[in-house]
């Protein structure tokens, strides 16, 4: 059973549409995240989650609104997608904040 | 703000040798250090991490240790197998985690 699961695995779009990625864990973790991995495999934090409500919303455009419908689960949806927006995202949960991060196995996001 | 700086950003080492990275933080806040492992095309894992309150933590091949006043911390893989190939990644922080930049490790048998 995966622990972090997040669908699609490979997102293809055209500039100018809106998509949304789905996490979900069942791990019984009380925070989730979501990371922006880049072409240089930056990691940064986007935001977090500790049982739905939103704890950490760093500098990123409100283009990215996520949402916690319950503490399981993490969505991303991504309005007028820019070209600068392709990259991996991993979405993550842990138990305590910012501690033992398990990671999904990420979304590739490619804008043409 | 905060910045966790890492070096070297690559790294290639004979099978059997040691490895060691190398992070700073600037955050003077940060009590937790955890080091990743991103095999190529995965999810990042994590190897192994460390608290404030302790200076050094080792797992069979691999360690990690801390120096809170200098804000230092390292990883070493000893006798390193071409399966430790991958990305690694230091970070640091309390109720939020800076990730350092990546070291990418290549082992050659």
């Known amino acids: 059973d995966t622990a972090v699961s997040q669908t699609p695995k490979y997102l293809v779009t055209q500039m100018g549409n809106d998509k949304s990625i789905k996490c979900e864990q069942n791990l019984g973790h009380d925070t989730m995240y979501w990371y922006k991995q880049d072409s240089k495999k930056f990691l940064k934090i986007m935001f977090s989650y500790n049982n739905k409500e939103l704890i950490i919303n760093e500098t990123v455009p409100n283009r990215f609104s996520p949402k916690s419908p319950d503490k399981a689960h993490l969505n991303l949806h991504i309005n007028s997608l820019e070209l600068g927006d392709s990259a991996v995202y991993f979405c993550?949960?842990?138990?305590?904040?910012?501690?033992?991060?398990?990671f999904g196995s990420g979304t590739q996001l490619s804008v043409l | 703000g905060e910045n966790v700086e890492q070096h070297p950003s690559t790294l290639s080492v004979q099978e059997g040798d040691s490895a060691v990275i190398k992070c700073t933080y600037s955050?003077?806040?940060?009590?937790?250090f955890p080091w990743y492992k991103q095999e190529l095309g995965k999810r990042p894992q994590l190897i192994i991490d460390?608290?404030?309150?302790?200076g050094e933590k080792k797992d069979q091949r691999i360690a990690v240790t801390l120096n809170k006043t200098a804000k230092h911390f390292s990883l070493h893989i000893t006798e390193t197998q071409p399966e430790d190939s991958a990305v690694y990644f230091c970070?640091?922080?309390?109720?939020?985690?800076?990730f350092g930049t990546g070291t990418r490790l290549q082992v050659f048998p």
């Open positions: 460390i608290r404030s309150n302790v």
């Open positions: 970070a640091a922080g309390n109720d939020k985690l800076i």
């Open positions: 955050d003077s806040a940060s009590n937790y």
């Open positions: 993550a949960s842990s138990q305590r904040r910012a501690e033992k991060l398990f």
